[in-house]
């Protein structure tokens, strides 16, 4: 099922309309027609199934006919994760965090972190990362889009009061102790260098639970993935218990 991105604000009770790349795929790429179906979501939880009654140069409009809510995630996962020396392995963590049901996302920036974008390149790299989620949302059929913060100090990222707070390790031993499903919970990954001794302190002091997720050493974008999967994977097995 081919999924289109309506945000609220064009919707209304009864039609939405679809503009941009959006539009664009509909009409052009899958030449879609008045009087075909279309599945759109709103990327906060609702899919509506419509049927297309104009087309224009620039835009469609369709009729609603049906509305579906997705039920909230049993589970809120945020992860503040390092940017990555490479962009690609940093799209990779967005991609795959997002077919996993991530909840937020807040790009950071650590001791270690190599990658400094200057502030004016920060509202193109949001709007790419954006449409990777939004891609990534559509594709595994989802209907709520993950919410992605700017990039964020990890001094800021401490200063959250998530339900559980949680720091992954590298020289941890500490083994997961506590069950993370059916709760709001932030994990904070490092850099490829991994968080200095300060940096781990001052977590501490902030009251972050320290584990381990292994004697392996995972590269970031893997670390990210990790620690989402892990809390969906107690997600399931609590279902079928």
């Not at 919707?11 to 899958?30: P, W, Y």
């Not at 949001?126 to 913060?149: E, F, V």
């Not at 200063?159 to 031993?173: A, I, M, Q």
């Amino acid at each position: 099922m081919d999924l289109f991105y309506a945000p609220p604000e064009q919707i209304s009770s009864d039609t939405l309309t679809l503009i941009g790349d959006e539009f664009h795929h509909a009409s052009h790429v899958l030449r879609k027609k008045v009087g075909d179906v279309l599945y759109c979501i709103d990327g906060e939880g609702q899919l509506y199934t419509t049927r297309i009654t104009a087309l224009t140069k620039f835009s469609l409009s369709a009729k609603i006919e049906h509305v579906e809510v997705e039920p909230p995630p049993l589970s809120h996962i945020a992860v503040a994760i390092s940017l990555t020396k490479t962009n690609d392995r940093f799209e990779n963590f967005l991609e795959k965090a997002t077919e996993l049901g991530v909840s937020e996302i807040i790009p950071m920036l650590t001791a270690r972190t190599v990658a400094h974008p200057k502030l004016e390149q920060y509202p193109s790299k949001l709007k790419r990362w954006g449409n990777i989620l939004l891609a990534a949302t559509k594709q595994s059929q989802r209907y709520r889009i993950p919410k992605l913060h700017t990039i964020t100090p990890f001094e800021e990222v401490l200063k959250r009061t998530d339900e559980l707070r949680v720091l992954p390790y590298e020289f941890s031993r500490q083994k997961i102790e506590i069950e993370f499903a059916g709760k709001g919970v932030l994990f904070v990954i490092g850099s490829e260098g991994g968080f200095t001794p300060e940096e781990v302190e001052a977590a501490h002091r902030a009251g972050f639970i320290e584990i381990s997720l292994g004697r392996t050493i995972l590269r970031v974008d893997t670390a990210g993935i990790f620690v989402v999967a892990m809390v969906r994977a107690e997600e399931l097995r609590q279902r079928s218990a």
